[in-house]
């Protein structure tokens, strides 16, 4: 079946250390986008990615770092700049071109907890 | 620049009853929008959605219609279940400077049996 996985669910890590949240689609979509949670509140958009090998900064993206050397592949590095990293992570991904009513599909989530 | 307004939670109903949650948007042009649910622990899925003017989506007994004049997306159910319990996420779409979606706050929904 097609879609996005994200992995772990569950992540913990102590103060200072960097961490790389994985995220896989086998959809064949071009766009790929990370996005932070915390609760009660909505989604904020850390870094996307349009195409391979390019991607750009979204609203939040201090203390975060992407890589997109593959089509299926989109990692997250929160890095010990990060302030507050204990969050509910999410990524996703959308279809080919920008055409009208392109839904974005998403993977599981990932929760860190730093500690 | 594009944004999205949604009617604050949480929202208390009881089964069967009638739901709605406000969504208003700012957005140049003809944006496309969405409604996201979001069960817990995991990620959102696509509820419905509209991509032009009085167009109106549905699914799985939830509407919303594309008004254009009052710039809203209003979400609605006749009769609610406990099963419909989750965040709910008003969502706006269009390929400016690249492709990205502008969610809402969320609107948190409790039924109760």
């Known amino acids: 079946d097609g879609g996005i996985t994200q992995s772990p669910k569950y992540l913990f890590r102590k103060e200072g250390q960097n961490v790389t949240l994985s995220c896989e689609q086998n959809?064949?979509?071009?766009?790929m986008y990370w996005y932070r949670q915390d609760p009660g509140q909505g989604l904020r958009l850390i870094y996307y990615?349009?195409?391979?090998?390019?991607?750009q900064k979204g609203d939040i993206a201090e203390g975060y770092s992407v890589s997109r050397e593959k089509k299926e592949s989109f990692p997250l590095t929160v890095t010990s700049a990060q302030k507050n990293p204990t969050a509910f992570y999410l990524c996703?991904?959308?279809?080919?071109?920008?055409?009208?009513?392109?839904?974005?599909?998403f993977g599981q989530g990932t929760r860190l907890t730093v500690v | 620049g594009n944004s999205v307004t949604q009617m604050e939670g949480p929202v208390t109903l009881s089964e069967e009853a009638f739901l709605t949650i406000n969504c208003t948007y700012t957005?140049?042009?003809?944006?496309?929008l969405f409604w996201y649910v979001q069960y817990p622990g995991e990620g959102l899925q696509l509820l419905l959605k509209?991509?032009?003017?009085?167009d109106k989506g549905s699914n799985k007994g939830f509407e919303a219609t594309y008004r254009k004049e009052t710039t809203s997306f209003h979400l609605e159910k006749g009769s609610v279940q406990v099963s419909d319990s989750a965040v709910y996420f008003c969502?706006?779409?269009?390929?400016?400077?690249?492709?990205?979606?502008?969610f809402g706050a969320g609107t948190r929904l409790f039924v109760k049996a």
């Open positions: 996703a991904s959308s279809p080919p071109g920008t055409g009208l009513g392109t839904e974005a599909f």
């Open positions: 969502a706006l779409s269009r390929a400016t400077g690249g492709f990205k979606t502008i």
């Open positions: 509209a991509t032009k003017a009085d």
């Open positions: 990615s349009q195409i391979v090998n390019d991607f």
């Open positions: 957005a140049t042009g003809y944006p496309s």
């Open positions: 959809l064949n979509h071009d766009a």
